[in-house]
C-alpha cells in the first residue's frame, strides 16, 4: 500500500542550488513505495503553516529538507505527533543530521529503505527546542558574525573562526546541577544533546542522543599550545582527556551568565540571556538514521 510523505524544503538553506522540483522527483525514485507531498517554507509562520500541512496529509513520514534551523523548525511544530522524521541534509554545517549518522542524501534514502528509525532526546532550554548543541561564547559569537554576512555556506563560517577563536574572551558563569552550584570560568559552556559539530569536531565524545541525559562542556583554552592540543582531540575524539575541558553530565541545570554572554540553540543566536534552565525531555522525536548512529548508540536505547 502506498504511504504519504511531507516533503518540506527550506529553500534558502545551504547553498547546493537543489530546487523543489528536484528534490521531489528524487524522493519519488528513492522512496517508490510514497507518495510525496512537496511542501517549501516561506520564513513567515512556518510553525502554523507546517502543522497544518501535517494536518490535512496526516503522513506516515515527514522528510525535512534543510540544516540544523529547518530541522528544528519542523520539530517544534510536529513535538507530540507521533510521526517519523527524515533528514536530508541540505544546510550549510549539517550537525544534527552528522549527530544521527546521516552523512549525505544517500544515507536518509538508505535509513528509510531499511526502517531504522530511532527515539532521540530534546533538551528544553528556556522554552525553546534544542535538539543539537547550544553554546555560551566563542561559537555564539562566530555564528552571529556569520548570520550577519549575506553569504550563506561553510566558506564564511571557516573565514570566521580563527580570528573569533583566539580573540574569545574567558567568562564567568554559574552552573547549578541538582542543587550544587558552583562557578566556572570559561571561553565557552556547550549545553550538548549531540556529539559533535557540523565540520565533525567532536565536542561531546561518548555522549549519547538518546540517553535521557545531556551534557555541560566548559572549554577554557589559555595558550597557543592549548589550542593546537584540544583542536586536534576534537577531531580525534579525545578532548574529554585534555585538561582545558570539564564536563557534566545531567537531566537538567540552571546556568547564570554572569558577564552576558552570546547564547546560541541549534545554530540560531538567542542573543545575551541572564540565565539559562535546561531540561532533558527523553525520546522526545523518531528520527531515521544512519549506520553511524547505529554502531554509537542502539545498546542504550
Ligand atoms: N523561504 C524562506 N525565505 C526566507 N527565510 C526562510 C525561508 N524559509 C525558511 N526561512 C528561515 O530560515 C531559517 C532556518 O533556516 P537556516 O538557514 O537558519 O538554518 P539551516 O536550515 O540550518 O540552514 P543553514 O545551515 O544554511 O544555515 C528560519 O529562521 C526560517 O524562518
Redesign the pocket.
Known amino acids: 500500500m502506498t504511504k504519504k510523505c511531507l516533503l518540506i524544503l ?6 547546493n542550488g537543489i530546487t523543489g522540483a528536484e528534490l521531489k522527483e528524487m524522493a519519488e525514485v528513492h522512496l517508490s513505495n510514497y507518495e510525496i507531498s512537496l511542501w ?5 509562520d ?1 510553525d502554523e503553516k507546517i502543522l497544518q500541512q501535517f494536518e490535512e496529509l496526516k503522513p506516515e513520514l515527514v522528510l525535512i529538507g ?8 519542523v520539530s517544534k511544530s510536529l513535538h507530540g505527533k507521533d510521526v517519523p522524521l527524515g533528514v536530508l541534509p ?5 550537525g544534527l543530521a552528522k549527530c544521527l549518522g546521516i552523512n549525505d542524501i544517500v544515507d536518509t534514502w538508505e535509513s528509510i529503505r531499511q526502517e531504522q528509525a530511532h527515539a532521540v532526546d530534546a533538551i528544553h532550554i528556556n522554552g525553546e527546542l534544542c535538539l543539537h548543541l547550544a553554546d555560551f561564547g566563542m561559537n555564539a559569537n562566530l555564528i552571529k558574525k556569520f ?1 550577519q554576512e549575506e553569504k ?2 561553510m566558506i564564511g563560517y571557516v573565514k570566521h573562526s580563527l580570528k573569533e577563536i583566539f580573540g574569545a574572551e574567558v567568562k564567568k558563569y554559574r552552573l547549578t546541577i541538582d542543587e550544587e552550584s558552583i562557578e566556572v570560568e570559561a571561553k565557552m559552556i556547550v549545553i550538548a544533546n549531540g556529539d559533535q559539530y ?1 565540520t565533525g569536531a567532536l565536542i561531546n565524545c561518548g555522549g549519547l542522543i538518546n540517553d535521557g541525559k545531556f551534557e555541560v562542556i566548559a572549554l577554557n583554552p589559555q595558550t597557543a599550545d592549548d589550542y593546537i592540543r584540544s583542536s586536534i582531540r576534537l577531531f580525534r575524539g579525545d578532548l574529554h582527556r585534555d585538561e582545558v575541558c570539564t564536563a557534566w553530565r545531567m537531566k537538567s541545570c540552571e546556568i547564570v551568565n554572569i558577564e552576558n554572554a552570546e547564547f546560541q540553540i ?3 543566536m538567542i542573543g545575551k540571556p541572564a540565565a539559562i534552565e535546561a531540561k532533558i525531555e527523553k525520546h522526545a522525536f523518531r528520527f531515521y538514521t544512519g549506520k553511524d548512529f547505529l554502531t554509537h548508540h542502539i545498546s542504550s536505547e
Open positions: 527550506n529553500p534558502i538553506s545551504g547553498d517549501e517554507t516561506t520564513g513567515k512556518d534543510g540544516g540544523d534551523g529547518t530541522i528544528k523548525l541540505l544546510g550549510s554545517a549539517n548570520e550563506r555556506g557540523g541549534d545554530g540560531e
